[in-house]
Structure formats: structure tokens, C-alpha cells
């Protein structure tokens, strides 16, 4: 499983249980749904700075990629990778 499906299944699943906690309490309905998105923001950062941290690591690995390719692509396109035509090899 991807690291930013696992964060992201992490923060939904700390805003449902944070929710839980908080559905007993006698209070506005959109007052417990904004208490519970701040609280389970503050844990998520705390509680799940690994998955966190994981998660912009492989994004960083795809940008990287992907900035890779692009510069490959551009390369190719200019002409600058293109090998020897098999005449010249022959004559050298």
C-alpha cells in the first residue's frame, strides 16, 4: 500500500474516531464536526509524522522521476540523443 493512501486512511480514520468520542457530547452538530477536524488535525501530526514523512519521500522520488524523464524527453527531441548514423561508424 502506497505511503499517501496510508496517510490519508490514517487522518480519515482519527477525524471518525475523534468524531465518535465527541458524538455524546451535548453541543451544535457543525461545532463537534469543526472541534473534531481540529483536534484530529493536531494528533495527525503528532501520531502519524512517520507516515507523514514517508509520503514526501516518494513523492520527492517522483518528481525526481519525473523531472528525469522530462529532461530525456527535451534531449531527445533536440536531437541530442540520436546515435551515429551506421555510415559514419563504418568509415571510422
Do not use: C, H
Request: charged share 30%; proline share 2%.
Amino acid at each position: 500500500m502506497s505511503a499517501a493512501v496510508k496517510y490519508t486512511l490514517g487522518r480519515i480514520g482519527l477525524f471518525v474516531g475523534v468524531l465518535a468520542a465527541l458524538w455524546f457530547v451535548e453541543m451544535n452538530m457543525f461545532l463537534r464536526l469543526m472541534l473534531a477536524l481540529a483536534a484530529s488535525a493536531g494528533l495527525s501530526f503528532v501520531l502519524l509524522r512517520s507516515w507523514r514523512d514517508e509520503m514526501a519521500g516518494e513523492m520527492a522520488e517522483a518528481s525526481d522521476r519525473r523531472r528525469a524523464e522530462k529532461e530525456r524527453l527535451r534531449s531527445a527531441l533536440a536531437g541530442d540523443d540520436q546515435p551515429e548514423p551506421a555510415e559514419q561508424r563504418r568509415e571510422e
